[in-house]
Structure formats: C-alpha cells, structure tokens
T-cell receptor
Framework: AQKITQTQPGMFVQEKEAVTLDCTYD???????LFWYKQPSSGEMIFLIY??????QNATEGRYSLNFQKARKSANLVISASQLGDSAMYFC??????????FGTGTRLQVFP | DAGVIQSPRHEVTEMGQEVTLRCKPI?????LFWYRQTMMRGLELLIY????????DSGMPEDRFSAKMPNASFSTLKIQPSEPRDSAVYFC????????????FGSGTRLTVV
C-alpha cells in the first residue's frame, strides 16, 4: 500500500505566484516526521523543510511552508513568490519507526516567466 | 564537513560484471540509507543501517544485491552479477537519529549496465 501519495505528477506556476504541492501519508505510528526535498535537473537531493508529528505549528523555512493537517494526514508544501530556480522535482517523504524514510513519487514543478 | 561522499559518480559496466558502490556518511550520523532512483519506480529504499547494523533490507530487489557497513564511516552496495535493469541512480544518505535537519544525500552514482 502506498504510504506517501503525491497526486500531482506535474504543476505549472507563474513566476512570483504561490503554489501548493500536495502530499498525503498513511501511518499508524504516533511519532513520525514529514520532509520535503527538491531535486533539480542536476540530480542532487536538497532538504527543504521538516514537520514533526507533535509539532503544533506549521513549519516554515523562508519561502517554504508546510501546511500540516494531521487529522487529514496531509502535509502540503507551499512555495510563495515562485522563482524560475524553483523548477524541479519535489518529493514528500515520511520518517517512520526506526528512522525509515520513504518517499512519494514526486511532483515536477515548472515555473514560467 | 564534506557531506555524504559517494563513489564512483558514474559507472558503466557490462552485464554479468560485479559492481561495487561506495559511501562515506557524515561523521556523527548513525543511520545510513541506500536508495535507487529510476523513472519507472521513483525513489526506492533498498536497505538502511542504524549504528552499522542492517535494520531493514526488504527493499533489496534480489540476492544479487548485498550491502555492508563494516564501520561507522563506510558502506558498500554490491551487485553481482549486474543486469541492464539495474541501471539507475543509486543514492546514499545519512542522518542523525530523529534529527530535524533532514537526511543528507550524497551526489549519487549513475550506474549503466550494458
């Protein structure tokens, strides 16, 4: 069963606009962590943001914020003021028990001028 | 810190040959992960270690794949014999247990089996 679901294979956004990338997850653990990674065309995996399951506030890192809705098991990434350099693959990931980190299938974001 | 170091960056080998991928995690990190990335299957977790002990190898595709972590600063992923369907990018990542700062990935090894 898919534990991390990213339903948007591709997204387009105009420069300077905000965009939301969807992620839902499934776990029976009470303690878990949610991550977002960016993978540009060069291939490296870049850590963006983290949300712990017990964190009461949504995580923010600069232009990135994580819209965490625990009851809905969703952890959407919001990128504000998109830039051309934001064009990349974005992966949602979940840390389960014993630090196992699993990934969703990713969303390809294209930012156009 | 130099980050997670993987070698080689690129590997081209003939079907049937043995391939060894290497990884040096970040000093002080106690978990190490091997992932495989392909267009068809995305990012798959192959195996991970905690304190040098394999915790979960359920993602290893078959007996041709093996991984070791003889000490805290080195791990290998071996494919023997290699097949064209093993062609992929193999990533190594390390983390400090329950860390909030993410899992740090190496640059990956692009493996091509012809």
């Amino acid at each position: 069963a898919q534990k991390i679901t990213q339903t948007q294979p591709g997204m387009f956004v105009q420069e300077k606009e905000a965009v939301t990338l969807d992620c839902t997850y499934d776990t029976s653990d009470q303690s878990y962590g949610l991550f977002w990674y960016k993978q540009p065309s060069s291939g490296e995996m870049i850590f963006l943001i983290y949300q712990g399951s017990y964190d009461e506030q949504n995580a923010t890192e600069g232009r990135y914020s994580l819209n965490f809705q625990k009851a809905r098991k969703s952890a959407n990434l919001v990128i504000s003021a998109s830039q051309l350099g934001d064009s990349a693959m974005y992966f949602c990931a979940m840390r389960e028990a014993r630090d196992k980190l699993i990934f969703g299938t990713g969303t390809r974001l294209q930012v156009f001028p | 810190d130099a980050g997670v170091i993987q070698s080689p960056r690129h590997e081209v080998t003939e079907m049937g040959q043995e391939v060894t991928l290497r990884c040096k995690p970040i000093s002080g990190h106690n978990s190490l992960f091997w992932y495989r990335q392909t267009m068809m299957r995305g990012l798959e977790l192959l195996i991970y270690f905690n304190n040098n002990v394999p915790i979960d190898d359920s993602g290893m595709p078959e007996d041709r794949f093996s991984a070791k972590m003889p000490n805290a600063s080195f791990s290998t992923l071996k494919i023997q014999p290699s097949e064209p369907r093993d062609s992929a990018v193999y990533f190594c990542a390390s983390s400090f247990r329950r860390g909030r700062n993410g899992y740090t990935f190496g640059s990956g090894t692009r493996l091509t089996v012809v």
